[in-house]
């Protein structure tokens, strides 16, 4: 990209989702999506500069767009949603590959602009049927930071719901904190735990809700390190699980029998000056069984696992 500032931005974004400036699986894809706009409006200038060629054709544009989607898939490896997102906007780009690249520019910025207002729709459709599942009174259980469980949260509250929150830090990131602190901020009362006195939490809990990062064709959901740990606990106390997440954070690669890959983050993050001769394993997430989820709270409904799978392969056939 010939303007440095714009290929600093669009660089900086893929630095910002790989350290976890830009957080959570939602986010993640909407930035990764909006990051294109940096590479567009540097070609409309180009374009605009030389408008005596102003039939150029878009090669060039298009290769440094598969380049792009390149990076944004290897910042987090875990995470279907980025990759569905962007594959929404870029699949068919060598379709137009013999239009005018204004043209193809106008076409991808408007892609861009559908698939964020999808995104957005959504989260709202999300909140709407999530809060619902708020019941008065209720002590819900949370892990890590969600915006799908805290905008199910806020907006249970602002319907006048009375209920309260049990969270946990979530290390080595400690996102948690990021749950408390914007919930607390709205008036829900929260009690913050580190993450081994988890039991502690659950068993005081009504609902469980976590977020998800991944849903494989088996209908497993793939979260936050810890989640399969704690939906385990929260089976034994019989307390219902439900995972609340946008429809597009299904891996579709994953019917051809591709495994989702789990990230495996930095030792650092876990013991920044740790003994040399100790290996640390930091893996950001981990695989929840289908059997241990009450359902799956998406825009399209709430849903079994597995069923959901079937569900998606009608509503979302871009992915297919
Ligand atoms: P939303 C987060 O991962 C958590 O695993 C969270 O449950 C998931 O993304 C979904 O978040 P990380 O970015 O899409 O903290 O619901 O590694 O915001």
């Known amino acids: 990209m010939s303007n440095f500032k ?40 180009i374009e605009s500069k030389s408008n005596s060629k102003s039939n ?5 544009l298009i290769s440094e767009l598969k380049n792009a989607k390149k990076k944004l898939f290897k910042s987090r490896p875990t995470e279907p949603m980025l990759r569905n997102a962007l594959n929404y906007v870029l699949s068919d780009v060598d379709k137009y590959a013999m239009d005018e690249t204004d043209k193809l520019i106008l076409r991808l910025n408007h892609r861009i602009d559908q698939a964020l207002e999808i995104i957005s729709k959504g989260k709202l459709e999300i909140s709407k049927i999530g809060s619902k599942k708020i019941k008065k009174n209720m002590v819900v259980f949370t892990h890590c930071h969600s915006k799908s469980v805290v905008d199910i ?10 209920f309260e929150v049990h969270n946990t830090e979530t290390r080595p990131r400690y996102q948690g904190r990021k749950t408390a602190k914007e919930l607390a901020s709205h008036g829900i009362k929260v009690t913050h735990y580190v993450d081994s006195a988890a039991r502690l939490a659950l068993k005081k809990a009504d609902l ?41 954070k299904f891996d579709p690669q994953t019917i051809f029998g591709f495994e989702e890959p789990i990230e495996l983050r930095s030792e650092s993050e876990v013991w920044p000056d740790k003994p040399k ?31 959901l799978v079937e569900e998606l392969k009608s509503r979302n056939k871009f992915m297919f």
Request: charge should be positive.
């Open 56 to 60: 150029s054709k878009p090669n060039k």
């Open 277 to 307: 001769n100790v290996k640390i394993q930091n893996f950001a997430f981990e695989q929840v069984d289908p059997d241990l989820i009450s359902g799956v709270i998406t825009e399209l409904g709430i849903y079994k696992p597995e069923s």
């Open 208 to 248: 469980f809700l976590i977020g998800a990062d991944a849903i494989t064709v088996e209908g497993k959901v793939i979260n936050k390190i810890g989640s399969e740990l704690f939906a385990e606990v929260a089976k034994r106390y019989q307390i219902p699980i439900y995972v609340c997440t946008h429809s597009w």
């Open 6 to 45: 714009n290929k600093n931005s669009f660089n900086k974004v893929v630095l910002d989702i790989k350290n976890l400036e830009i957080q959570g699986a939602t986010n993640i894809a909407i930035a990764a999506v909006k990051s294109l706009k940096f590479i567009l409006s540097d070609f409309s200038k």
């Open 153 to 162: 949260l806020l907006l249970a509250k602002s319907k006048g719901k009375k």
